[in-house]
């Protein structure tokens, strides 16, 4: 009866009860799997799989202290431990709703519930592995980056017409043209399998393609569509949320996620999510308890973050609950030892608090702190630079807040949104006249710099052009303008005078970077698209 | 209701459907324990299976029909390879059977697609095999087949089939208490929920029950559409 050969599979079993584990092993040897790894809790599982790359993991959801299989499977994916080609099993004992859409929330291949005897197990693993072999190719090419190969494949694959993979390589086709910034054979396909069957997730799919295209109300309406008939599709929310934030309808947003949590309250971003849009609204409740459950969620989370917590101490600051926001200091140094970032959080916080309660001393100690940590900390979040900037000027260090802001506004210049918030800190006559005859210099200079680029490209100098950029993004690393005219620069000229490898490392240079920026995804997508045909010019149908 | 208001007692019921669940499967992990203590009592411990088995069934049969009940439950629909189902049910099921020395045959068309919440219709189908194996005399058949744009999940038997009178009167009951009256029991009305759930534009699924099996018994036929 039994088909499957698991011989020559590296399979780790994640599981806290040794008899179960034991368990698994036998139902395993049945099927000639020998090569297992076994894990007593997600540290050491976690370690595993640092060392090597298992084709199978089965997990256990509950894994008595530490990690749950939800957060290891989150960190798996998160650093990568894990490649699309390896199938993971969430394994779990109930079935109530929490602990099930928690368990897909980081969608595992598959979830199976105990009690299950061998033939189950090996049954489901059957199944899965006769999948992963159909689109081995393709998945390994996407686990190497390599999208538009990946693409390739696919097609291949798709132009075969098997009539069980189908519908999953349609969708798997589609993920991959929203990777490549082809938004428009993404809707092509998920409308493909639409019209056969209304099934959520090319729903849900549609929607993603939507925003993708700044077009919000048709995102909006395909997102609650799903959420009315598929409840329990989680992502959804948090797009959803997405749209509402974009179009200025934050109580919306907040709204949407706060039901969200209330289904599915394990995952950590999006109680982070909740918990900025509700205290940015003065839902300060709200706000508490999202960051606190983020606070307790991260103690075994890869995303756990000292923001959240200085953001609850905040949030009882402003509810006059001093001590709590105290306590919450505490706790954070205890959670963050050795940890500049937030050191320089709570530095922040005991500034602002012993500034309220009138007391000069602690309130200068704290000052002292910020100005020793902030220079030990790389690639700073925008709103904690915000935020010391803040304090220091509220404090009267202004010789520091200045020097900070210069950078901020040479980074940020071309973000109106942004130049706002600062201007918003100092009311100070002196300082604002200082500040904002910076901005106008480097608004024209940026302008300057940007003219002169395209006028030297258009010349035909295109060597120069660049060498200019590239001075210019050295002064302003952070200057998103400079790094997408560089982009395009590059493009135009690769397709005039053909294409080079150093050229084209540079544009995917800009691309990342402009991502961890947060440019707009469309304004990105257009390059991407160009970049892809330049790079794999025979898949470009 | 006394004390308690019925949606109380229906959360009540609930959690202790989701403690009985979990008792139950550490009583499933003592009798491995105790199967490596005493290997020659393997039939008892078969039967012992079997039994836990079927109170696991019924408990999650409790619990969907609560959830429905309770909290606007939507089936999470999926594209689904029907022989898949079936080989998760036949995988359960098979050794039950043969405890019960009952032989449980299968049939299924290649790379038949069916749109539904797999995990309720599998619970559907194992709950359909468990009333089967009350009648059936030594053969039991599931299968899977296209029929008139439905996907036709059939259970059938050899035993003596249905009493006429039951043979006209479908397990569609809206009111539970109907439950007491009729023949049908908690798992047909539980199938015949699950069938109800799943739609397409204007079809909804449903569980037809009939003499016509080709082992000579009854025949319970799970549409969906």
Request: glycine share 4%; hydrophobic share 40%.
């Amino acid at each position: 009866m039994i088909k499957v050969s698991l011989k020559q599979l590296k399979i780790l079993i994640i599981e806290d009860n040794s008899v179960m584990r034991t368990n698994i092993k036998e139902m395993l040897y049945l099927a000639q799997g020998k090569d297992i790894t076994e894990a007593r809790n997600a540290e050491i599982g976690i370690t595993a799989m640092e060392q090597q790359v298992f084709d199978i993991v089965l997990c256990d959801y509950n894994l008595g202290m530490g990690k749950n299989g939800q957060q290891l499977l989150e960190e798996a994916k998160y650093r990568k431990l894990l490649p699309c080609s390896s199938i993971f099993i969430m394994v779990t004992a109930q079935n109530t709703q929490e602990i099930v859409l928690g368990a897909m929330e980081n969608k595992p291949d598959d979830y199976i519930t105990k009690p299950f005897n061998a033939q189950q197990l090996l049954g489901r693993l059957e199944k899965l592995l006769v999948r992963k072999n159909y689109v081995m190719n393709v998945e390994k090419a996407m686990d190497a980056g390599k999208y538009n190969l990946a693409i390739q494949y696919c097609d291949q694959l798709l132009e075969q017409n098997h009539p069980a993979m189908h519908t999953q390589l349609l969708k798997t086709r589609a993920e991959l043209a929203i990777l490549v910034g082809d938004l428009d054979t993404a809707e092509q396909k998920y409308q493909q399998i639409l019209q056969h069957r209304e099934l959520s997730w090319a729903r849900h799919g549609l929607g993603v393609v939507a925003f993708s295209k700044n077009q919000f109300e048709r995102a909006i309406e395909a997102f609650q569509q799903v959420i009315a008939e598929s409840p329990t599709l989680m992502e959804s929310y948090d797009w959803l949320a997405r749209c509402y934030e974009v179009t200025q309808q934050p109580e919306l947003a907040q709204e949407i996620l706060n039901t969200a949590v209330a289904l599915s309250p394990q995952a950590i971003l999006r109680q982070q999510k909740l918990g900025a849009l509700a205290d940015k609204s003065g839902n300060l409740e709200v706000a508490k308890k999202a960051y606190r459950t983020a606070v307790d969620l991260g103690k075994f989370s890869v995303h756990k973050s000292s923001n959240d917590f200085s953001s609850l101490a905040k949030i009882y600051n402003k509810t006059n609950e001093s001590k709590h926001a105290m306590k919450i200091l505490a706790e954070m140094r205890t959670a963050f030892q050795q940890d500049p970032e937030a050191e320089l959080r709570c530095a922040l916080m005991e500034a602002q608090l012993y500034t309220e309660q009138k007391n000069p001393a602690l309130a200068a100690e704290a000052i002292g702190k910020i100005h020793k940590q902030h220079a030990n900390i790389k690639l700073m979040p925008k709103d904690l630079r915000l935020d010391i900037v803040r304090v220091l000027y509220n404090a009267g260090s202004t010789k520091l807040a200045y020097q900070l802001i210069s950078e901020l506004i040479n980074d940020n210049v071309d973000d109106d949104h942004f130049l706002n918030e600062l201007r918003s800190i100092y009311q100070d006559g002196k300082f604002h006249d200082q500040a904002e005859l910076l901005i106008q210099h480097t608004k024209q200079e940026l302008i300057d710099i940007n003219n002169k680029a395209v006028l030297l490209f258009r010349q035909g100098q295109v060597e120069l052009a660049l060498n200019m950029l590239s001075e210019s993004i050295n002064k302003m690393p952070g200057n998103r303008t400079i790094l997408m005219n560089m982009a395009i620069i590059l493009v135009q000229d690769m397709k005039a005078n053909g294409v080079n490898e150093k050229k084209l490392a540079k544009v995917q240079e800009c691309i990342t970077k402009a991502q961890s920026l947060g440019v707009a995804p469309n304004k990105i997508n257009q390059i991407q698209v160009e970049f892809a045909k330049l790079s794999h010019p025979q898949s470009s149908h | 209701m006394g004390l308690v208001s019925t949606a109380e007692f229906h959360a009540v019921l609930a959690s202790a459907v989701h403690e009985l669940k979990n008792s139950l499967s550490n009583v499933n992990r003592l009798i491995q324990d105790l199967s490596e203590l005493y290997p020659e009592s393997n039939q008892e411990k078969l039967l012992l299976e079997c039994e836990t088995n079927r109170m696991n069934n019924y408990l999650s049969q409790l619990l969907v029909l609560y959830k429905i009940e309770a909290d606007a439950f939507k089936p999470r629909i999926d594209e689904h390879i029907a022989e898949d189902i079936i080989l998760d049910v036949l995988a359960v099921q098979e050794a039950l059977c043969s405890v019960n020395k009952l032989t449980l045959h299968s049939s299924c068309e290649e790379n038949l697609l069916c749109y539904c919440d797999n995990d309720l219709v599998t619970n559907a189908l194992n709950t359909l095999i468990q009333n089967a194996q009350r009648y059936a005399i030594a053969h039991i058949k599931i299968s899977a087949s296209l029929q008139d744009g439905y996907i036709a999940f059939c259970v059938e038997d050899d035993g003596p089939g249905l009493p006429e009178k039951l043979l006209h009167h479908q397990p569609l009951v809206k009111n539970p208490t109907d439950l007491k009256n009729n023949n049908f029991g908690l798992g047909l009305y539980f199938v015949s929920t699950i069938a109800q759930m799943h739609k397409n534009s204007t079809k909804t699924g449903q569980l037809q029950m009939d003499n016509l099996s080709e082992l000579g018994g009854a025949r319970f036929s799970l549409l969906i559409p």
